[in-house]
Every structure is written in structure tokens, then in C-alpha cells.
């Protein structure tokens, strides 16, 4: 069956650990979804790698961005801004997430800290947030093939070092994706 895919907005802690962040571009080129972010969850997930890790440059980090906005054009949300005003979260600094879910016509945000998007402060919006393993194995359930075979094109991709198949499960495994792995171990001979 052919869908058109839909707007997801992912967080800045989805995007912030390359290998998810790779494997959910990868899953958004494969057109299961639109991957959407913007120029604030950029900014977030990019000072945050320069922070936490001193053998990264800017300039890695922002080719790595351009990168991500050549891959994903339309990926940009813009003119969320007047949204924010309008939305109560824990952490107010959140509120630019939703606002830009509401201006992307996106009904999920992929986050892990499920804590600061409250289903009932996201209710009024129609909008979930679903943990990336929960994004992941909903994507698998749409189409296994296309994310066997997002998975199988980034393991292959790895070369620095390269991973087994095992190697690369337990890599996902300590992204927190216990889920994903345990549906893509049925199918190791194709990973």
C-alpha cells in the first residue's frame, strides 16, 4: 500500500546521538514519515554535542546539520513562533516543539523525555509523543521492508569501525530501543 508519508517532529534528543539520528533520516528517506525539526531544536541538539563532546568541531557539527537539511529539505518548520505563547508544558523551553508539531500539521513529536509533552498538555493540539522505540517499532508494524532495509543500508554504511549485525543491535540496544531491536533480531539475516 502506498501512503503519503506524515509530518513527525523530532526533538533535539532524538537528534542529538548520531546512530538514531542517522537511522531516523534514514527511515524519513525511505518515505515512512517527513521528518521535520527547526531552527531552535538545531540549535539544541548541536550545542549540547559541542558541550558533551570536546573532540568534535563546530564545523563537524554544522557540515553534519547541512548535511541533514540537504538530505531533508522541507525538513524546516518555520513561522511556529506565535504558537508558543499558547502552550503550557513543564519546561516552558519545550513549548517550541509543539508549537512547530501544530505548525507542521505533525500529530507526533519523537522524544525521549516523554516527561516534559504530557499527553493532556498535548491533547487540545492532537498531537502524541512516542519514545523513539515506540516511533520505530509503529514504523516497522507500517512497513517491515522499508525498515529492513533503512536499517541494513546504515549498518552497511558503518565503517568506522564496521559492525556486525550483532554488533549494531546492541549499538541500537544502548540507544534505548530494546523494542526495535527485539522485532529486528527475527530478521538478522537481513540486516
Known amino acids: ?3 503519503t508519508p506524515y509530518p513527525v517532529v523530532l526533538d533535539a534528543c532524538v537528534i542529538y546521538p548520531s546512530l538514531l539520528r542517522d537511522l531516523l ?3 524519513g528517506l525511505k518515505g515512512l514519515y517527513q ?9 539544541e541538539w548541536q550545542r549540547n554535542l559541542l558541550a558533551n563532546r570536546p573532540d568534535l568541531t563546530q564545523a563537524k557539527i554544522s557540515r553534519t546539520s547541512e548535511l541533514m537539511n540537504e538530505a531533508v529539505p522541507d525538513a524546516m518548520v518555520t513561522g511556529f513562533e506565535p504558537l508558543i505563547p499558547s502552550i503550557t508544558l513543564p519546561d516552558p523551553d519545550d513549548r517550541h516543539v509543539v508549537a512547530a508539531a501544530v505548525r507542521s500539521n505533525a500529530e507526533i513529536i519523537v522524544t525521549a523525555n516523554l516527561k516534559d509533552f504530557p499527553q493532556g498538555a498535548l491533547d487540545n493540539f492532537g498531537i502524541e ?3 523513539p522505540d515506540d516511533f520505530i517499532t509503529d514504523l516497522f508494524d507500517l512497513n517491515r521492508a522499508l525498515v529492513l532495509s533503512a536499517v541494513s543500508e546504515q549498518r552497511r554504511c558503518m565503517k568506522k569501525p564496521p559492525k556486525s ?4 543491535l546492541d549499538a541500537l540496544l544502548r540507544q534505548g530501543l530494546p523494542h526495535t531491536v527485539k522485532e529486528l533480531s527475527k ?3 537481513l540486516i
Open 1 to 3: 500500500m502506498i501512503h
Open 25 to 27: 533520516i534514514r527511515l
Open 35 to 43: 521528518p521535520k525539526w527547526t531552527a531552535l531544536i538545531e540549535d
Open 129 to 131: 509523543a512516542l519514545h
Open 165 to 168: 549485525v550483532d554488533e549494531y
Open 187 to 189: 530478521f538478522h539475516a
